[in-house]
Nanobody, 116 residues
Framework: QVQLVESGGGLVQPGGSLRLSCAASGSILSIKAMGWYRQTPGKQRELVATITSGFSANYAHSVRGRFTISRDNAKDTVYLQMNSLSPEDTAVYYC??????????WGQGTQVTVSS
């Protein structure tokens, strides 16, 4: 059983910051990559940022320069530092993990709301 436990979502004013965390636990083989996706009602889930076990990061164009993804391999944890948040960043953010044999795992989602 694999669990991805997310934390750090919430309500923030435009221009503010939030930090999301996601810890993986359970029977998971070596993690190949971790990341974050987000989804708003009526839209497809979209990539926000991913990071490999070798710390190579990839960002959606819309968040580049504002969001920073990082990971702690010893703790199987991935973080997303989100700065200069705008209402367009409001979404449910999902943690994502892919293991060494290509199996994908998803967290339960955490709501991020950017509003004044």
């Amino acid at each position: 059983q694999v669990q991805l436990v997310e934390s750090g979502g919430g309500l923030v004013q435009p221009g503010g910051s939030l930090r999301l965390s996601c810890a993986a636990s359970g029977s998971i083989l070596s993690i190949k990559a971790m990341g974050w996706y987000r989804q708003t009602p009526g839209k497809q889930r979209e990539l926000v940022a991913t990071i490999t076990s070798g710390f190579s990061a990839n960002y959606a164009h819309s968040v580049r320069g504002r969001f920073t993804i990082s990971r702690d391999n010893a703790k199987d944890t991935v973080y997303l530092q989100m700065n200069s948040l705008s209402p367009e960043d409001t979404a449910v953010y999902y943690c994502w993990v892919v293991d060494g044999v290509g199996r994908n795992y998803w967290g339960q989602g955490t709501q991020v709301t950017v509003s004044s």
